[in-house]
């Protein structure tokens, strides 16, 4: 099964509504025609209408970093799936582990997020992993599949296969430790099973699976020869265009 490689930059809280219309500029040009792999950009809301501008008519696609799971209401601070697709927004990271540890966000909470972004066509980049501890604990492969289970509870097979997950070992986040590619492909290949358990090897097959760990241009080109590795979501790497252009060559050649 070909699965398309996939590179989705996550900006987290960096960057004003006009630094985010340059670099988008400056990544348009570099990605150029050449649609090898797919491209994602998840700016902070208040730059995704200046970088969704910048990115028309281009083959790179617009990503939100979260959503709320209800369409409306008083959820004072929150941003609904509608507002994002009134935007042009195509993909949203949902149960990133910076929402999880300092937000507090459950499974079930995010499993909300998940089924309603797929009700409005939004496809949702779900991340899962670990900590330190819990790697250290031999409990990796019992976290990711608690996480993905809760997570995609009510998702239909007929609608898995717009779900992208991302395996991030939260131990290899903005810290400079790496995952091997061993590790990285022993957990997406797990994830690849459980996804098959969940909604059968067609639909599983369909699934891409990103890791995001401190993927760096260094590092990409073995990580991404791995058999269950799809793309990669990238952090701090996306926020400077030579850096994430050199992510998306490596993974349009992967």
């Keep these: ?28 040009a570099g990605v150029g025609k050449h649609g090898e792999a797919e491209v994602v950009v998840c700016p902070p809301f208040t730059a995704l209408e200046s970088a969704g501008k910048a990115l028309d008519g281009s083959l790179v696609k617009l990503g939100a970093q979260n959503m709320h799971p209800e369409g409306s209401g008083a959820f004072t601070g929150e941003i609904s799936a509608p507002m994002l ?3 042009f927004v195509t993909h949203v990271i949902l149960g990133h582990s910076e929402r999880r540890s300092l937000c507090g966000e459950t499974d079930a909470f995010i499993n909300r997020k998940v089924l309603a972004a797929l009700k409005h066509q939004l496809r949702p980049i779900l991340c899962v992993g ?48 790496n995952a091997t590619a061993e590790q990285a492909q022993e957990v997406h290949a797990f994830i690849r ?62």
């Design 130 to 177: 670990e900590t330190l501890a819990e790697r250290e604990a031999g409990t990796t492969l019992k976290i990711v599949q608690g996480q993905l289970e809760k997570n995609l509870e009510g998702v239909a097979k007929e609608q898995a296969a717009q779900v992208v997950i991302a395996y991030e070992p939260v131990w290899a986040i903005g810290t400079g430790k």
């Design 85 to 87: 697709r009134s935007l």
């Design 1 to 28: 099964m070909y699965r398309k490689k996939l590179i989705a930059g996550n900006w987290k809280m960096n960057k004003t509504a006009a630094d985010a219309a340059s670099l988008v500029q400056e990544i348009v």
């Design 193 to 254: 099973g459980l996804l098959t358990k969940l909604f059968g090897e067609p639909a599983a097959q369909r699934i891409r699976i990103l890791y995001g760990g401190s993927m760096k241009p260094a590092n990409a080109p073995e990580l991404l020869a791995q058999k269950d590795i799809d793309g990669g979501l990238i952090g701090g790497a996306s926020l400077e265009a030579r850096s994430f252009l050199d992510l998306v060559k490596a993974a349009g050649a992967a």
